[in-house]
């Protein structure tokens, strides 16, 4: 599997989501030799001709209309963020030569502002995932969380993950789609070969997701934690992109007003500020400090 881009982007995508569409209304299905559907199936059902589909996913033609792209994403029942994903690498111009990113930092007013939040979890992590800045209780609820990690690379490579997050799997199934739709058709950027290509080789889980292909940009929900001095936590989640930056995204938790997972948030904030008066004073933060495992 290629673990980022190549010269047949648009290609590698078209073969994959048609993998994914069930057949029902296919004929001869007992003697089906591919998953989903034929080449000649999504032809007919876009209303283009099978030679001219074979050539879009072959990569012999990369100027498809985008009424053609249309035509193909009904096809494969793609919905809007899939189609609009569909679109941008159809249209992608090839990639001039890269100028060195320059270091992604946050605001010095973002990070005063997730500081002056004791009992909300918040972070930030950048484009690809790479924790920037993080207050002390997002630490605590994860040391994964500190800057310095990538969470993409914690969330398929670190066994306490798995511990953490009661919900592991489908926490790992949202979050590469998600990260498809932050990345777009930028899919050739160093820094994303480089998480994708460690990720694909150390994996199993992670290259078939990322084979999929699929894209999300699901921002909000609920994580299901498994705290090593706390206990269950069930927590809100809030994904927001932060104007004027590269794809910086700040996260934050929080817990049902009155519920039990609000009463271990308390705990936990205490248990790891014990000189600050919890919901009152601004909460001591570490921006260097990056812990390598959970408190047992």
Known sequence: MA?????????????ARRELVQPDDARDQGNRRVPGLRREEVAFLAGISSDYYNRLEQGRDRNPSEQVLRSIARALQLDEEATAYLLEIATRKSPRRRRPRKPERVGDGIRTLIDSWPLTPAYVHGRYMDVLAANSLAIALSPFNAPGRNGMLAAFLEPEMRELHQDWEDMTTRIVPYLRSVVGADIEDPRLVEIV??????????????ARQDVKHKTSGISLF???QVGPLELHYEKLLLPGTDGQTLITYHAQPGSASEERLRLLASMNAPDQEVGGTRAATDQTRAPGHPTS
């Open 3 to 15: 673990a980022a881009g190549d010269a047949n982007a648009l290609g590698r995508y078209l073969r």
């Open 197 to 210: 290509g460690e990720l694909s080789l150390r994996s199993e889980r992670f290259r078939t997701l990322w």
């Open 226 to 228: 498994r705290h090593p």
